[in-house]
């Protein structure tokens, strides 16, 4: 498989996108997280992006099943695009289908390991399935990332002192 970004324009911008992420000093990263998601939403097909943005407009609307009917349709013809992949184990995870939520977001992962909202999701799926020291080494791991976000900040200062801040 290729990997998901060469969907994404620009693969040198990423990467200095990741780099000013990175930057814990950084008080413009929610401009940056922004652009990340942008360039990972761009496929290089209009039908491929249309079906990203249908699936993610059903997501919006509540219609869980046509949002993983639009991603379906979109993994199917766009195997290696990780947004596909991340926008049905989003759907899944809203339809409480956990295992099939996992099993995109590993392939999701696998196409793009810096995909932090992949790992955060796959966190609050082992937090809801009762495994706090993996939902931890989740958030832990979108925070090597992306050590921005409040509500991941929050969530592993929780869980360490739930688990005993064990380091796993």
Same mark, same amino acid.
Do not use: C
């Given at each position: 498989?290729?990997?998901?970004?060469?969907?994404?324009?620009?693969?040198?911008?990423?990467?200095?996108?990741?780099?000013?992420? %990175?930057? +814990?000093?950084? *008080?413009? !990263?929610?401009?940056?997280?922004?652009?990340?998601? $942008? #360039?990972?939403?761009?496929?290089? =097909?209009?039908?491929?992006?249309?079906?990203?943005?249908?699936?993610?407009?059903?997501?919006?609307?509540?219609?869980?099943?046509?949002?993983?009917?639009?991603?379906?349709?979109?993994?199917?013809? %766009?195997? +290696?695009?990780? *947004?596909? !992949?991340?926008?049905?184990?989003?759907?899944?995870? $809203? #339809?409480?289908?956990?295992?099939? =939520?996992?099993?995109?977001?590993?392939?999701?992962?696998?196409?793009?390991?810096?995909?932090?909202?992949?790992?955060?999701?796959?966190?609050?799926?082992?937090?809801?399935?009762?495994?706090?020291?993996?939902?931890?080494?989740?958030?832990?791991?979108?925070?090597?990332?992306?050590?921005?976000?409040?509500?991941?900040?929050?969530?592993?200062?929780?869980?360490?002192?739930?688990?005993?801040?064990?380091?796993?």
């Amino acid at each position: 498989m290729t990997p998901a970004s060469a969907f994404a324009d620009g693969v040198d911008d990423l990467d200095a996108l990741f780099e000013q992420l %990175a930057d +814990e000093n950084n *008080e413009n !990263w929610e401009t940056v997280e922004g652009e990340i998601w $942008q #360039a990972w939403s761009r496929s290089g =097909s209009d039908t491929f992006d249309l079906l990203l943005e249908k699936g993610r407009a059903a997501l919006q609307a509540g219609d869980v099943n046509a949002a993983i009917w639009h991603f379906s349709s979109l993994v199917d013809h %766009a195997p +290696e695009f990780a *947004e596909g !992949w991340n926008g049905r184990a989003t759907a899944y995870f $809203q #339809a409480g289908l956990f295992g099939p =939520s996992i099993n995109d977001i590993q392939v999701t992962l696998s196409l793009n390991p810096r995909h932090f909202g992949a790992l955060s999701g796959l966190g609050m799926i082992m937090e809801q399935l009762g495994y706090p020291k993996d939902a931890l080494a989740a958030y832990r791991e979108v925070l090597a990332i992306h050590p921005h976000r409040p509500d991941i900040i929050s969530a592993v200062e929780r869980l360490e002192k739930e688990v005993g801040g064990l380091d796993l």
